[in-house]
């Protein structure tokens, strides 16, 4: 299972600065939602991904939260880790005062101020050797390293402090395939029994 899996909607963006959503259930109405919020569909590997350009930097963050909002009538099961859409004008090139990265073997962060440092000690994070750099524990579940992730950025922001969150996705390509969910399959429609008369 890829991060992007745990959660009906997730919302993240790639190194090149591309903001895609991923659908892991049906929602209704989601596609009029998202392409009505700006977003393009495309078909990758199994899934329809929901993507913004590069180009539309200035507004991702309106356009995402309008997607958002119509989808949260939906469900409230969304996490959105894009960075895209949380600063006007963002660039890859910007450095923001915290930035957290997924690898396939952990999840770290590197901290500009103190602030930072008590903020990520405070949702998790340890100290990983050199001077301001943390990461989550090992052993931790997916799941349970997007809520941390999520409960910290949150945080971090609110005080202030611009986080980039990079996924380990570097371009839409990279993004990962659908999830095979046994059963997910619509169910037949049930046959009618037929009743018996007197």
């Known amino acids: 299972m890829a991060l992007t899996d745990h959660h009906d909607v ?15 259930r049906p929602l209704r109405n989601a596609a009029r939602i998202l392409t009505g919020a700006g977003f393009t569909a495309r078909e990758h590997q199994g899934r329809t991904l929901y993507l913004l350009p590069p180009e539309t930097a200035e507004d991702a ?6 997607a958002a909002y119509g989808l949260m009538a939906h469900t409230l099961d969304l996490v959105d880790l894009a960075w895209t859409t949380r600063q006007h004008g963002a660039t890859p090139s910007r450095e923001p005062d915290v930035t957290v990265r997924f690898t396939d073997h952990a999840v770290t962060a590197t901290a500009a101020t103190g602030q930072a440092d008590a903020i990520l000690v405070q949702h998790g994070f340890i100290p990983a050797g050199a001077k301001r750099l943390y990461a989550l524990p090992s052993g931790l579940g997916e799941r349970d390293v997007l809520s941390a992730v999520v409960r910290a950025e949150a945080h971090l922001y609110a005080d202030g402090i611009s986080v ?13 395939p659908a999830l095979f969910r046994p059963g997910a399959a619509p169910a037949p429609p049930p046959t009618q029994v037929q009743r018996r008369s007197r």
């Open 164 to 176: 980039r969150i990079d996924l380990g996705i570097a371009t839409t390509q990279d993004i990962p």
């Open 10 to 24: 997730f919302i993240g963006s790639t190194g090149d600065g591309w903001t895609f959503v991923v659908l892991n």
């Open 61 to 66: 963050h309106e356009r995402a939260g309008v």
